[in-house]
């Protein structure tokens, strides 16, 4: 605490400007008897002035150690004219703005995932920053939510459990969707040749918020961890191969989220701008439907006329299971495979990892989307679904996915193959590809089958689930066991010791090796009776990455 004194004050005891949540931040005076100069204003933790004008934030519920700052723009409403262009700066202010709500959640349809109903809104760039009571400089995470690039919002993670370890959280709303990554030729040849990824450029915009802002919050810029999940996790991996990104971070934590690195994952600018040409199409086939006017959908004045409920329908047609940030030649100047495979992404500490049962999420999702539960006999019919043809899908569904080898449960089958071709495989080769070159990965895999799930109970149990972990770092509505609640406060110390030092380990937890090509070993996060945390060097084994994936690593 930082207090004035003048010389041998007579005065009464100091009094608390502020509630005892907050005094640790307060500047404290006393004054009195005459010729004494008036009192120092105290200053209030709680009004912080940013590059763009002053906010007022609040002291969380639980005890005051964290302060709260909610809904701060960091770029100007992408609406009108600046739909479809990089973000712009935010307009400033002058009166004290209130920040202890949310910012509203960018446009998109209803999920269990994101908006519990459809939002139309574009007016969506803001970020959330939480931070502890205490001084700082502390160390600083910016957490990039999931959400297949096209659900999600900043709203749904609570961080304290983080900021009770003296970090800084920022948690930021970024566009999805068609309105955050669509490419079409028109707004290609009005932006220089490049078009899409304005998401992205969000991201970029946030950080670069952070880099100058988060020091007003006791944050420490220089010292910055960008951390997701899914496409969160697939958003780290962006910044690591994005140019223009370099700088705004130092270290990464990605979180199920090499499974955009397959060979063709990424679209070049033209096939993006060929998908960006199918959704304008079936945006104006929609309005033209509902009785509205057609427009010329090679111009952008039509582009920025459509209704974003009508791109929320259209943009399915490109992007059944979501976007992924194309090749466009701005932001990404090459895949991030490629960069990864070249060894030419910033050398910074890396976690990486994955959960046991990522694809259970997705047979889930099958079964409340009304198709059947699986068995033995409509198991390669799903298989094929996935993209693996015959005779490939049914040797896969009589030889290593085989629900004989799983209980006699087909689902369990299609989850263990979907996790492994799509999530765990490519994190292991992420990893080979990233340890070396200057920089330490440490790899790890959530494997409590017992979290609590993710989506409303089907025909099998999800198991550790794609997202199954966040609750084990967020403050989420789900209660946790006594064990659960001890798994969650060593991933909570792991992570924000990472983000602290730029190593995993210590605060008395188990020791977490750094991954190598030669030793893979992988840190088991599990509760004490499934095996608690323990390393171990069988994840390629159990996931089939060196036998039936081997060519994912080519």
């Given at each position: 605490m930082y207090r004035f004194?003048?010389?041998?004050?007579?005065?009464?005891?100091?009094?608390?400007t502020l509630a005892a949540a907050t005094a640790a931040l307060l500047v404290s005076a006393c004054g009195g008897g005459d010729g004494d100069k008036a009192p120092a204003p105290a200053a209030d933790p709680?009004?912080?002035?940013?590059?763009?004008?002053?906010?007022?934030?609040?002291?969380?519920?639980?005890?005051?150690?964290?302060?709260?700052?909610?809904?701060?723009?960091?770029?100007?409403p992408p609406v009108g004219p600046l739909r479809w262009r990089p973000p712009a700066p935010p307009a400033s202010w002058t009166e004290v703005r209130d920040a202890t709500a949310f910012g509203p959640a960018c446009a998109q349809p209803a999920s269990p995932f994101g908006t519990a109903t459809t939002t139309v809104n574009e007016d969506c760039l803001t970020l959330n920053v939480f931070r502890p009571s205490t001084p700082g400089p502390h160390p600083v995470m910016v957490w990039i939510h999931g959400g297949a690039f096209y659900l999600g919002a900043s709203a749904g993670y609570d961080p304290a459990s983080l900021v009770a370890q003296g970090v800084v959280v920022v948690t930021i709303n970024y566009r999805l969707g068609a309105l955050g990554f669509m490419a079409h030729p028109?707004?290609?040849?009005?932006?220089?040749?490049?078009?899409?990824?304005?998401?992205?450029m969000d991201q970029q915009a946030a950080l670069r918020w952070v880099q100058a802002n988060i020091d007003k919050f006791g944050g420490d810029k220089n010292n910055v961890t960008i951390f997701g999940e899914s496409a969160g996790g697939f958003s780290v991996l962006s910044h690591l191969a994005a140019p223009e990104s370099a700088g705004l971070f130092?270290?990464?934590?990605?979180?199920?989220?090499?499974?955009?690195?397959?060979?063709?994952?990424?679209?070049?600018?033209?096939?993006a701008q060929t998908k960006g040409q199918t959704i304008a199409t079936a945006a104006v086939n929609e309005v033209t439907g509902a009785g509205g006017?057609?427009?010329?959908?090679?111009?952008?004045?039509?582009?920025?006329?459509?209704?974003?409920?009508?791109?929320?329908?259209?943009?399915?047609?490109?992007?059944?299971?979501?976007p992924v940030p194309s090749v466009d030649g701005r932001v990404l100047d090459a895949s991030v495979r490629a960069?990864?495979?070249?060894?030419?992404?910033?050398?910074?500490?890396?976690?990486?990892?994955?959960?046991?049962?990522?694809?259970?999420?997705?047979?889930?999702?099958?079964?409340?989307?009304?198709?059947?539960?699986?068995?033995?006999?409509?198991?390669?019919?799903?298989?094929?679904?996935?993209?693996?043809?015959?005779?490939?899908?049914?040797?896969?569904?009589?030889?290593?996915?085989?629900?004989?080898?799983?209980?006699?449960?087909?689902?369990?089958?299609?989850?263990?193959?979907?996790t492994d071709l799509v999530f765990a495989c490519n994190g292991l080769n992420l990893a080979k590809r990233l340890s070396g070159h200057g920089r330490a990965v440490y790899s790890y895999e959530f494997r409590d089958r017992t979290a609590p799930e993710v989506l409303p109970a089907v025909s099998f149990p999800q198991g550790a689930a794609h997202s199954a972990e966040l609750q084990y770092l967020f403050d989420m509505p789900r209660p946790l066991n006594p064990e659960q609640q001890a798994l969650k406060s060593a991933m909570v110390r792991y992570f924000t010791h990472f983000a602290r030092t730029g190593q995993p380990a210590g605060d008395g937890l188990p020791a977490w090796a750094a991954f190598t090509a030669a030793a893979p070993t992988y840190l088991g996060l599990d509760i004490a009776a499934s095996g608690?945390?323990?390393?171990?060097?069988?994840?390629a084994t159990e996931h089939q990455c060196d036998t039936v994936w081997a060519s994912l690593a080519n």
């Open positions: 004194h003048h010389p041998r004050p007579k005065c009464g005891p100091r009094r608390r709680l009004v912080v002035t940013t590059a763009s004008g002053p906010i007022r934030g609040q002291a969380s519920a639980a005890g005051g150690t964290m302060l709260e700052f909610k809904g701060i723009p960091y770029a100007a028109a707004l290609s040849a009005e932006q220089g040749g490049h078009s899409g990824n304005y998401g992205l130092h270290k990464v934590i990605v979180m199920s989220g090499a499974y955009g690195m397959g060979a063709t994952s990424q679209d070049t600018l033209a096939a006017a057609p427009c010329d959908t090679n111009t952008v004045a039509c582009l920025r006329s459509l209704p974003a409920s009508a791109l929320l329908t259209a943009q399915m047609a490109a992007y059944p299971n979501g960069k990864v495979h070249a060894g030419t992404v910033p050398p910074v500490p890396v976690i990486q990892g994955s959960t046991r049962d990522e694809y259970r999420l997705f047979g889930a999702l099958r079964e409340m989307r009304g198709e059947a539960p699986l068995d033995a006999s409509t198991l390669p019919a799903a298989i094929r679904a996935l993209g693996i043809p015959d005779p490939t899908a049914s040797a896969l569904a009589s030889g290593p996915y085989n629900p004989a080898l799983f209980g006699n449960n087909a689902s369990f089958a299609y989850g263990a193959l979907g608690g945390i323990a390393p171990f060097g069988t994840f």
